[in-house]
């Protein structure tokens, strides 16, 4: 068959904006624990240099850590320069508590905007939602531009509370109320600790919303071996409760619980969970 030379230069044309267009970039979540005095043998003095290693090495373009203390996201912030962090502090909107911050790379993404609001009745101020007893719950994001497509995505991350059940199920509401009204139809992805697997109703509201999937539905061979949480321990099961959701200008290609360790130990009494997606 005689190939047309004009029509297969413009073929290949399409396929290079195609390629230059498409943006394939490591997404993660990752509950690093909080600086917790009584982790003895787990101290975050130990484990700092090696969650900063892990993020380094599997090459995280962004991602959204929980639990983090303000001398633990400076110490990443320290380990890690090239990377840009943003969020506030969830008992004062400023420094104070855990922070549920996003990281992204400096020399790749420019921020456009960002916000945090509180897993709450009263989600612009500082608050306990619902039966939550325990802890404030923030949720920070951002919109993100890549330097060289220009493309441009939201980015939330956030860690819902572990004993109100009510406050979890209605965080799951909230999560789906916000993403719909600071993303709009944008492209999004949201990552977090929910404290409850894929048979959980708030994970259901999540995943059921018509605008958020989750990416681990969209790959063939996940690479999960176990549960995403560890607590310092040889982990027992398979239940995930860390996941990332993207809505849907996003196809996913890899998705893993990622089970790095030092010297028998764990980094975190969380494993990281690294999505690789396509815009």
């Known amino acids: 068959m005689k190939r047309n030379p004009i029509i297969l230069a413009i073929l290949l044309l399409i396929a290079a904006t195609i390629t230059t267009k498409a943006q394939t970039f490591n997404v993660a979540t990752f509950n690093i624990r909080y600086d917790n005095k009584s982790d003895s043998g787990n101290l975050w003095v130990q484990r700092a240099p090696v969650v900063a290693n892990l993020i380094r090495f599997h090459d995280f373009d962004v991602f959204g850590i929980q639990e983090g203390l303000k001398n633990q996201i400076d110490d990443i912030s320290k380990a890690l320069p090239e990377y840009t962090r943003y969020g506030k502090g969830r008992d004062d909107g400023k420094d104070a508590g855990e922070h549920s911050s996003v990281y992204f790379k400096t020399g790749k993404y420019k921020m456009l905007k960002s916000g945090d609001f509180w897993l709450s009745q009263t989600p612009d101020v500082p608050g306990l939602g619902w039966d939550a007893r325990c802890c404030n719950r923030i ?6 531009q890549d330097v060289k ?55 259901l509201t999540i995943a059921r919303s018509g605008i958020l999937k989750d990416t681990h539905e969209g790959v063939n061979h996940p690479y999960e071996n176990n549960s995403s949480m560890n607590g310092f321990r040889t982990p027992r099961g398979t239940g995930v409760i860390d996941h990332i959701f993207m809505t849907k200008q996003f196809t996913v290609n890899r998705w893993g619980i990622l089970t790095d360790s030092y010297f028998g130990k764990f980094p975190s009494d969380h494993f990281p969970v690294m999505a690789e997606v396509t815009l």
């Open 139 to 144: 949720c920070s994001w951002v919109q993100l």
């Open 149 to 203: 497509s220009k493309k441009k995505f939201y980015f939330f991350n956030v860690h819902f509370d572990h004993q109100g059940v009510v406050a979890r199920k209605e965080s799951g509401k909230l999560m789906v109320q916000k993403i719909k009204e600071i993303a709009g139809s944008e492209p999004a992805l949201f990552t977090g600790d929910l404290n409850g697997g894929r048979d959980s109703e708030w994970y």
